[in-house]
Every structure is written in C-alpha cells, then in structure tokens.
C-alpha cells in the first residue's frame, strides 16, 4: 500500500500570495498523481492530473509539478475562494490512496 | 452535463446493513470505471473502491474488504455499494466519483451521509 503524506497540515497565506503545498508517496507514483480542491459542504473538485495537467476549467493560477515520490501544487496568487482543503491522490497502484490533506487559512 | 447523484444513506445500527446508489447521466456510463470515496466527519478523504467499466476489476479499501461489495447496471446508469457488517467508524459522507484512465476522479456527486450508531 503507497501512504502519501502531505505537508504542512495547515498553511497560513494572505490574500494575493504564494502557496506551496507538498506531497510525498512512500514509493513511486511515476506522474500518476492528482491534486483535489474541498470546501466544507461540497465535493471535492479536481484540479490537477498527471501530477503537472489543469484539469478543465481550471485557473492557470493553480500548477502542478513532480514527479516519482515528490509532488507540489503551488497557487500563485492566492484569491479568496481558494481557502480550502487540498488533497494529493495517487492512481498508480490500487489501492489507490489519498494524502491527510493539507488547509489553506487566511493570514 | 455529466451528474453524479448519490442516494441510500442514513442512520443504521452497528451490525446492520445499507445500500447506496449513484444515478449517472450527462456522458456514456458503460465507458468509464467508477468509485466510492468517503469522509468521516472532521477527516480526510478515504477511497473506498474501484470497478472498471465492465465490472471485470473491482477493488477495495483493507478497510472495507470483506464487507462492503461494489456493483453497477450499465442498463440503468447507477453504481451501488452494498455496505454490511457496519461499524462505527463507517460513519461517513459517501462519494461516487468517475473515473478517467491517467486523469484521477473528474467528476464527484454531492455525496450521501452514512451514520452508525446505536
């Protein structure tokens, strides 16, 4: 079984700043990798595939790089509704396997 | 516009038994696999299983083998999951998601709460 581990588990940025969470698969992945947006109350929202691809509809603001064991999803100018719950997600092997999350707060 | 809706949940006694459904529509349900996933309250996301299009691969969860079956009708666009043997900590919001080879889980329903308790 690949544990994913994610971190830090809670990120504190203001509005208009860089945010930089990281994943890390306890084997390789290869770029089998997504990354999931999720607001109390609503499902989650994909939003990067292939450890670096935008799913659509995406904001360019959102980008995925990585690869093999170390991810990371960097929202590069953070606006007020990406305050949420982020989730990496690997699909490489079953079964499939979901880091612990990391919350993105207001500074 | 492809929909996931999720339906079955509710409040069940440890040991007992529920089953949910996902009614699909808005894209071709027979040509994708398919997925439980699920939320405990104040807790991470947990995938729970997998059946691929046809049903030929099913998958489940360490934690939910044994006792729970994942089935779908590609006649009538639903996905099911038979949830048995319930215990306390399946307590949860339960997600169907479809799949997409190399994509993840594109689309997700609103999800159906599962509570266990006496």
């Known amino acids: 079984e690949i544990v994913m581990t994610q971190s830090p588990a809670t990120l504190s940025v203001s509005p208009g700043e860089r945010a930089t969470l990281s994943c890390r698969a306890s084997?390789?992945?290869?770029?089998?990798l997504a990354w999931y947006q999720k607001k109390p109350g609503q499902a989650p929202r994909l939003l990067i595939y292939g450890a670096s691809t935008r799913a659509t509809g995406i904001p360019a603001r959102f980008s995925g790089s990585g690869s093999g064991t170390e991810f990371t999803l960097t929202i590069s100018s953070l606006q007020s509704e990406d305050f949420a719950v982020y989730y990496c997600?690997?699909?490489?092997?079953?079964?499939?396997?979901f880091g612990q999350g990391t919350k993105l707060e207001i500074k | 516009e492809v929909q996931l809706v999720e339906s079955g949940g509710g409040l069940v006694k440890p040991g007992g038994s529920l089953r949910l459904s996902c009614a699909a529509s808005?894209?071709?349900?027979?040509?994708?696999?398919l997925n439980w996933v699920r939320q405990a309250p104040g807790k991470g996301l947990e995938w729970v299983s997998s059946?691929?299009?046809?049903?030929?691969?099913?998958y489940y969860a360490d934690s939910v083998k044994g006792r729970f079956t994942i089935s779908r009708d590609n006649a009538k666009n639903s996905l099911y999951l038979q949830m048995n043997s319930l215990r306390a900590e399946d307590t949860a919001v339960y997600y169907c998601?479809?799949?997409?080879?190399?994509?993840?889980?594109?689309?997700w329903g609103q999800g159906t709460l599962v509570a266990v308790s006496s």
């Open positions: 084997q390789s992945v290869s770029s089998t």
């Open positions: 997600q690997q699909y490489n092997n079953w079964p499939y396997s």
């Open positions: 059946i691929s299009s046809t049903s030929s691969y099913i």
């Open positions: 808005g894209f071709t349900f027979s040509h994708y696999s």
């Open positions: 998601a479809r799949e997409i080879s190399n994509w993840g889980l594109d689309y």
